[in-house]
């Protein structure tokens, strides 16, 4: 699958339910890029299996396919957020869960989604933690990209094993208007 398909459809009250729960677990410490990460399995909590039944249903490329794992990304007001990278499972559902008047700048907040995977020879540490060699394999295979820009309750599907970015980002101030996303990883 080399396309990303957007739906906007997500249910509000399901979105806030999980931004709480996002905001109420404890972090894996904070990450360079401006973020910090709190990790779920499908069967950590019935919210979670909720948002994963939803997906399933709004995108039919998810029937059949295993739910991997899961995690949450909570956003300092302004950073460059996660850097160009590609996940472990073939399918990744990111669901965007803070209202749009937390937004400071429309531009960013975003993904930035490459038209290029992953090698298949590459290791974990190849192809999610080394940038250089990462922007360096898509100069030399002149990759394009397509940015996705921001919108509450908006989730998007693509193929996780290609490379991906958030586009920077910018809101408001404040616990109230951080920016969190839900990633869905499908094997």
């Not at 904070?30 to 709004?58: C, K, N, P």
């Not at 956003?75 to 803070?98: F, K, M, R």
């Not at 250089?132 to 908006?154: D, G, M, P, V, W």
């Amino acid at each position: 699958m080399k396309d990303v398909y957007v739906n906007d459809t997500f249910p509000k009250e399901l979105a806030q339910n999980l931004r709480e729960y996002a905001m109420t677990r404890e972090t894996q410490g904070h990450f360079e890029g401006g973020y910090e990460i709190v990790e779920f399995w499908y069967d950590s909590d019935s919210l979670m299996r909720t948002a994963v039944e939803w997906t399933r249903q709004a995108f039919p490329a998810l029937n059949g396919r295993k739910f991997q794992q899961g995690w949450f990304l909570l956003y300092d007001a302004e950073c460059q957020g996660v850097g160009v990278h590609a996940d472990p499972g073939s399918l990744n559902v990111n669901l965007w869960i803070t209202p749009d008047d937390a937004i400071l700048d429309w531009k960013k907040n975003g993904l930035i989604v490459y038209d290029k995977k992953r090698p298949d020879d590459w290791d974990w540490d190849d192809y999610n933690a080394n940038g250089r060699k990462i922007r360096a394999f898509l100069r030399e295979n002149q990759a394009t990209s397509r940015t996705i820009n921001y919108k509450h309750c908006r989730a998007i599907l693509f193929d996780g094993r290609v490379f991906h970015k958030t586009n920077g980002v910018h809101t408001r101030k404040g616990a109230k208007h951080k920016r969190v996303n839900c990633t869905l990883v499908f094997e």
